[in-house]
């Protein structure tokens, strides 16, 4: 059976999904002044919506092919999501850090450099650690980075994902 159903539609919508949650939820973070310091659970609640907005759209897939899928479908569309989800974050990130917050990696880098004295290290050491951070505080090194994380978790999820969902017309007799 040649698969006549596009996975595109539901990397797309799927991406969509997944990109606009993580920005509501960072929009939230940040309302409630936690973007500096949030809290443990925020990234339990990150966690649960990537994984369920990937699981979700390989099952969406499955269900409209008939409930066939290969492993290489479920991770091609499960990396499409995470990817496009993450290319969605990383532009909030970007507006967010030029025009919202621009101080914000400066903040940062306070409230960072304040754990770092809590935990006994000395000026020096402190130093050398902001000098290798601000090496990658560059937009482009950022968003490459932001990308690179949500595809390689994305492969991570919907190569488990679609390792248990698979399902060949092989498999069907």
Request: charged share 15%.
């Amino acid at each position: 059976m040649e698969n006549q159903v596009s996975s595109k539609s539901f990397m797309v919508n799927n991406g969509v999904i997944l990109g606009v949650v993580s920005v509501i939820l960072l929009l939230v973070t940040y309302a409630t002044g936690n973007h500096l310091n949030p809290h443990w659970s925020k990234s339990i609640i990150d966690g649960v919506v990537f994984i369920g907005v990937i699981f979700y759209g390989i099952k969406q897939f499955k269900e409209a092919n008939g409930g066939f899928l290969t492993w290489g479908e479920g991770v091609k569309i499960g990396v499409g999501i995470a990817v496009l989800g993450g290319a969605i974050v990383v532009i909030y990130n970007y507006l967010f850090m030029s025009f919202i917050e621009p101080d914000f990696m400066n903040q940062l880098m306070e409230v960072q450099n304040q754990m770092l004295i809590d935990q006994g290290m000395s000026e020096e050491q402190i130093e050398a650690a902001n000098e290798m951070s601000q090496a990658f505080q560059s937009p482009g090194i950022m968003a490459a980075g932001g990308i690179i994380a949500y595809a390689i978790g994305g492969f991570i999820v919907s190569a488990i994902t679609a390792a248990i969902m698979k399902k060949s017309e092989e498999e069907q007799y």
